[in-house]
């Protein structure tokens, strides 16, 4: 684990050192119900980033103990631990990689109704968007552009470190899910030994 409390990552190894040997760890998965539902680590409970801010202060003045906050990849997970650190939480970790180095790794996971994640999702619309654009610009000169906007909207959001079209994706019906806010911020506030 790094020793930086507002940029911790820890990797698959320690984490699961740290949620085996700590009862106060508390593991709060940042992705959407969908990809949750897919596959989550036992015990997580899914707090997705548009609710963290919703409910940041209530977060901040109710965690107890070390949070591992989980996304696909890490970047989500990253941006809310920054967050939360802003507003003053320490004791936050993120896990390096996140569910793709934790399954990578063999570590156990719960598997429900299998869904594509948020980063698959956006490579096939912004793809689409792309190709549609392309055969359009045969009947319709100037449809190219099209597929140039998003392009640049990729190179930018590779830069910033953000997705403007993830977190619309993030938004459809297919992505919610059954996410229980209420849920997620009991656990957050109740000691970690009552949590089932």
């Keep these: ?46 707090l997705p ?18 949070m591992l906050l989980i996304c696909q990849s890490g970047n989500r997970a990253t941006q809310a631990q920054k967050k939360l650190c802003e507003a003053g939480l320490p004791g936050t970790a993120v896990l390096s990689g996140g569910m793709n180095s934790w399954v990578a790794s063999g570590a156990p996971v719960v598997r429900g109704r299998q869904k594509w994640s948020l980063e698959r999702q956006v490579r096939l619309v912004a793809g689409g968007i792309v190709l549609t654009s392309i055969v359009a610009d045969l009947w319709l000169p100037g449809a190219r552009y099209v597929g140039a906007f998003v392009g640049a909207g990729l190179v930018f959001a590779a830069v910033s ?7 619309l994706l993030a938004r459809l019906p297919y992505n919610r899910g059954r996410a229980d806010a209420a849920e997620a911020m009991a656990c957050i506030a109740r000691p970690a030994r009552a949590r089932n």
């Excluded at 980033?49 to 070390?66: N, P």
């Design 1 to 46: 684990m790094t020793t930086n409390a507002a940029s911790s990552t820890v990797d698959v190894t320690t984490a699961r050192a740290l949620i085996e040997s700590n009862s106060d760890v508390l593991v709060v998965d940042v992705r959407t119900p969908a990809e949750f539902e897919t596959a989550h680590i036992n015990g997580a409970i899914n």
């Design 49 to 66: 980033l548009d609710q963290v801010d919703a409910h940041l202060r209530q977060i901040v003045a109710d965690a107890g103990g070390t």
């Design 161 to 167: 470190d953000t997705c403007a079209m993830g977190m």
